[in-house]
Every structure is written in C-alpha cells, then in structure tokens.
C-alpha cells in the first residue's frame, strides 16, 4: 500500500474546507456527493500523485442505514485532520494481511471514478481512528490527475497514538513511506506541507 490522500472533516463541509484552505493558504477545489455514505468534499491536488480531502455528512442526503466511513457520525467539534488513506492494488490480499478490524470491502461510484474502500462495520478504524483507511481505484485515471496542480507537498505525516507500537507493527510489512511517522502520544495526526506560501501544518 502507498498514501493515497488525507481527510479533514468538519460538521459542515464548509468548516472543513475553510480549516483546511485557512491552514495552507490555497482555495479547495469543488469535489462533489457520495452516494451509500451521503456525504460530500471539496478537494486539492497535492504533488507526487497524492491529494487532500475535506468531508463533512451531507446535510441535503437521507441516512445512509448505516454508520458512515470516517466514523462522521460522531464527528463534532472543530474541523480537523482525522484520517489518512493508502492505495492498494489488492484490497483482498491486503485485508488477509491485516488484522481484523479494517473493514469490509464497499464498493463505490461518482460520475465516471469507480473504486472499493474497506469500511469497518462501525465506521470507525483501528487504533482510534488512526490506522489507515483503505482504497483500491478502479478507474484508469487517479482523482489527483484530475485536479489542478496546487504547488503544495507532503514532507511529513505524523501519525500519534498511545500504542504506536502495535500499529507501526501492524503495517510493517504493507507500508514503506519516508514520509510517514507512527509515534507514540496522544491520539491525533500532524500533516507538515511545503507550499508556494512556505512550510504549513495540518493538524488537529
């Protein structure tokens, strides 16, 4: 598996898009609505193949029957970095490999993207929320070569929690990343980007 993108989430999608554009000084672009979860983003092509999400539960959608990816249900308070994504090219293979808890395989769609998340039943991740999501896309082109070319950079992704060591673990095997660090520390995600402004911090 290989970062795929970040997600803020809000309690509107207007907060979390205006965290994430206030944090690195570059308007969002229009994302669009999700069918089976209901909610809806606003997004920013990063370099490198990677990408930057604000979601937020669509407030104009019914209730999708079940808990929502990103564990959005229990969403509240200010908007924040909450998750990270990684791709994968065999999300059956990858779930043998992992250990319970990361999810069923969903299968999902908007416009002409196509692709399958693997969802945990209660819309919650592993390790509070801090192990990975994961994507497998099956669509020829990937979402961040359809986005505008923002000049921002992932340089680092710090990843905290009080038993980093069971989750660094956990990936040792699926995921090689420089830029990725699981420390031990209070729950949370620090996201650190070079921009055309300068160095900016995403966070909680």
């Known amino acids: 598996m290989v970062p795929d993108h970040l997600a803020v989430s809000g309690e509107t999608l207007e907060e979390a898009t205006a965290f994430a554009e206030d944090a690195l000084g570059i308007r969002m672009q229009p994302g669009g609505e999700h069918d089976v979860f209901f909610t809806h983003n606003t997004l920013l092509g990063l370099c490198d193949g990677l990408y930057l999400e604000?979601?937020?539960i669509n407030p104009a959608a019914?209730?999708?029957?079940r808990p929502r990816w990103f564990d959005l249900d229990t969403f509240s308070g200010p908007a924040r970095l909450?998750?990270?994504?990684c791709r994968t090219d065999d999300m059956v293979a990858e779930l043998k490999d992992l250990p319970?808890?990361?999810g069923d395989?969903?299968?999902l769609s908007r416009g002409d993207l196509r692709w399958m998340m693997a969802v945990p039943e209660s819309g919650r991740l592993p390790f509070d929320n801090c192990a990975p999501a994961l994507i497998q896309w099956q669509t020829a082109r990937h979402p961040a070569q359809r986005l505008t070319p923002s000049g921002v950079r992932l340089r680092r992704l710090t990843v905290m929690h009080p038993q980093a060591d069971d989750l660094r673990l956990m990936l040792q095997n699926s995921l090689a990343d420089d830029r990725i660090a699981i420390e031990t520390g209070a729950q949370g995600l620090l996201a650190e980007f070079d921009t055309p402004a300068g160095a900016r911090?995403?966070?909680q």
């Open 201 to 203: 911090v995403l966070g």
């Open 82 to 85: 909450t998750n990270w994504i």
């Open 62 to 65: 019914p209730s999708p029957g």
């Open 105 to 107: 395989i969903v299968h």
């Open 54 to 56: 604000a979601i937020a």
């Open 100 to 102: 319970a808890g990361m």
